[in-house]
């Protein structure tokens, strides 16, 4: 089974979205995917409402998720860990014990424009139509990991 973990900073907004929509783009029989923050603000708590929104507007169901902090022991878990910006990519590097660790994490967005480093913008501080756009750019990211996976 190939495991798939989506990282944003508080795990209530872009991670939720980018687990929920890929899960629905994979058999999750061969496919596990989960999200994490690399703050610990939220841990325990649900998606930010309209994370489960925008997603529920799209037939996806994200309310099972509850935030959870990244941890070094990820990388054993993990095959793949996408970060949804600079700053957190950064993060979860410095808690890399060496290059397997590091050769896992990647920008999400790369997915769609490579090596162009474009970060996915928290949509945590602004109105519905940010968490909209957030959806749209991770629903073509996660389009094409759900083709190469």
């Known amino acids: 089974m190939v495991k798939v973990l989506m990282v944003c900073l508080g795990n209530i907004c872009r991670s939720p979205l980018a687990q929920g929509i890929l899960e629905s783009k994979v058999n ?6 989960d999200s994490a923050g690399t703050a ?9 409402e309209r994370s489960i929104d925008v997603a ?11 935030a959870r902090k990244f941890t070094v022991q990820d990388f054993d878990e993990f095959d793949y860990i996408y970060a949804m910006d600079i ?3 950064q993060n979860i ?4 014990r060496g290059e397997e660790d590091e050769n896992k994490v990647r920008l999400i967005l790369n997915e769609i424009y490579p090596s162009e480093n474009k970060s996915v913008p928290d949509p945590y501080y602004g ?3 940010g968490f909209e756009n957030v959806y749209q750019m991770l629903d073509e990211a996660c389009d094409v990991i759900s083709k190469k996976l």
Do not use: C, E
């Not at 603000?41 to 930010?48: A, E, I, Q």
């Not at 590097?93 to 890399?96: G, S, T």
């Open 28 to 33: 999750l029989d061969k496919v596990f995917v």
């Open 56 to 66: 529920r507007n799209y037939g996806i169901n994200i309310t099972n998720q509850r």
């Open 40 to 48: 610990a603000y939220h841990v325990g708590n649900l998606p930010d």
């Open 127 to 129: 109105g519905n139509q």
């Open 93 to 96: 590097l410095m808690l890399a």
């Open 87 to 89: 700053s957190n990519y």
